[in-house]
């Protein structure tokens, strides 16, 4: 998944036979040099000779001399050498302004780069000259050009999973968990699950990167923040009692300000001040009925149902996880650095918009958010040769968007996260996510184009991800302070 600047091609027309064809523009004498300048980056080279040049100039001279407000002279009345002499600047201006715009869509037509981005064109360097013909150049970010890749016939593994009632159960405590009350544990030692305040020292080679001072965290296996994890936290913090400190190891992400710390092991110093635990509510005819259920059994139902929604949704990640390793195996191509790290900034809030849309809760949404926040770069490089592939089989299926795509888009949003429809059309639009959203559609009718054509072969699904706990602190300051702005960049939208 992908959108921002890539996406900018994106777009939903609705063709109206009421609206007249404009007039076809004359079409300028320019020469036009292209030449490749690196991954999906072309040069280019326009020159307009001075023919085309003084033809504007006469055009745009007309159109001041019809409006020109002379001393002496009535409105239109003025002479040609007095309108030029004192309105050269503006018209010039406006023939280098006419020219470039022309010239643009000229080439857009004619040679079909593709682009992705607006051109880099530094327009107030490029000077209209008095005698000879008027040059610049500009380079243009295109899309990759590969052809389109075989898909039909694929082979892929469905991963099939029963609930049990253990699962069940499992789910029914973390239900539960919603309604529960935080206490002090008195007596006992941490175990997974427990609250813990702690102070965390993060170090590389004994020098201290960052120390973050009474947090509280729920002991998970796993324990995330924005620049790395801790993947084996539940088990070297079991049995922990206040006033110990241990030790255990954290792997810094890819995406780490400091080079010299990327995808680095870390020591974490843990410092336990205090432990808390869960206390689940007394499950009876009272609070069933407070939470909308008239029994135990038609709760767990709820939560079977639930868990098959989830495994489901799990089991179509999964095979669309193996057709795009394949599609991204058989189609290589390089992309700008440059444009994967613009495009970074927007990875975080598209993953957050696609895991609210499938369903999971906030803390599960913040665990991934720091985990595509840790390796930010190469996620958000995948995910933009998913888009690509994806864009071009759209292309050769003839797969587009409709407008009730959207509509219908935008519905379920609404239904999932209980909102009514107009709520979540207003932050669509508030928060620039149509395009996004537009992108997502587009990724997900050539998927469903692709799935219509491969082969399964049902196979036993691995065992469910652990439990994952969140940190919005970072091991490095830099990281601690993008993930604050980024923050706060989210609490006011």
Not at 14 to 39: F, M, T, W
Not at 395 to 420: P, Q
């Amino acid at each position: 998944m992908s959108t921002g600047e890539a996406n900018d091609q994106t777009s939903v027309s609705v063709d109206d036979p009421e609206v007249a064809a404009e007039p076809e523009k004359r079409k300028l004498e320019i020469d036009v040099q292209i030449a490749d300048a690196g991954a999906c980056k072309k040069h280019v080279t326009i020159t307009i000779p001075r023919a085309e040049i003084e033809r504007q100039f006469d055009e745009s001279l007309g159109n001041f001399q019809k409006e020109a407000q002379v001393p002496g002279f009535r409105p239109g009345r003025a002479p040609k050498t007095l309108v030029v002499k004192r309105f050269r600047k503006q018209v010039s201006d406006q023939v280098k302004s006419t020219l470039l715009m022309e010239t643009l869509e000229q080439v857009d037509r004619d040679y079909q780069l593709n682009p992705i981005t607006q051109p880099r064109l530094d327009v107030a360097a490029i000077a209209l000259p008095d005698e000879g013909p008027m040059s610049f150049d500009m380079e243009v970010e295109v899309r990759p050009e590969f052809t389109v890749p075989e898909f039909k016939g694929m082979k892929v593994q469905r991963p099939i999973r029963t609930v049990t009632d253990k699962d069940v159960d499992v789910q029914f405590d973390r239900f539960l968990e919603r309604y529960a009350q935080i206490v002090p544990k008195l007596e006992g030692a941490a175990e997974v699950g427990d609250y813990l305040t702690a102070d965390l020292t993060f170090l590389k080679d004994d020098e201290v990167l960052n120390v973050v001072k009474e947090i509280q965290f729920r002991l998970q296996p796993e324990l995330r923040f924005q620049d790395g994890r801790i993947p084996e936290i539940g088990k070297a913090l079991k049995g922990a009692k206040p006033g110990e400190t241990r030790e255990v190891d954290a792997q810094l992400g890819t995406s780490v300000v400091n080079p010299d710390l990327r995808g680095k092991t870390v020591k974490v110093k843990v410092e336990i001040h205090d432990l808390k635990q869960v206390r689940l509510p007394e499950v009876n005819q009272d609070f069933l009925t407070s939470i909308g259920f008239d029994s135990v059994d038609e709760l767990r139902d709820a939560v079977r149902d639930a868990l098959n929604r989830r495994i489901a949704n799990q089991q179509r990640a999964a095979v669309r996880r193996q057709v795009l390793d394949k599609l991204i195996e058989s189609t290589p191509f390089d992309l700008p650095t440059d444009l994967v790290g613009r495009q970074e900034k927007g990875t975080i809030s598209r993953l957050a918009m696609e895991l609210r849309q499938e369903g999971f809760t906030n803390d599960e949404i913040r665990a991934r958010q720091a985990e595509i926040r840790a390796n930010a770069h190469e996620m958000t490089l995948r995910s933009l040769k998913e888009f690509f592939i994806l864009a071009k089989i759209a292309e050769a299926e003839d797969v587009k968007i409709e407008e009730e795509d959207l509509e219908l888009e935008i519905e379920a949003m609404a239904e999932k996260s209980n909102e009514s429809v107009r709520r979540v059309r207003a932050r669509v639009e508030k928060e620039g996510l149509a395009d996004a959203l537009a992108t997502q559609i587009l990724e997900r009718k050539a998927l469903d184009r692709i799935l219509e054509s491969i082969e399964y072969e049902d196979v036993a699904a691995d065992e469910p991800d652990v439990e994952v706990e969140t940190l919005d602190e970072a091991a490095t300051p830099e990281a601690e302070a993008e993930a604050d702005a980024t923050g706060d960049e989210s609490a006011e939208a």
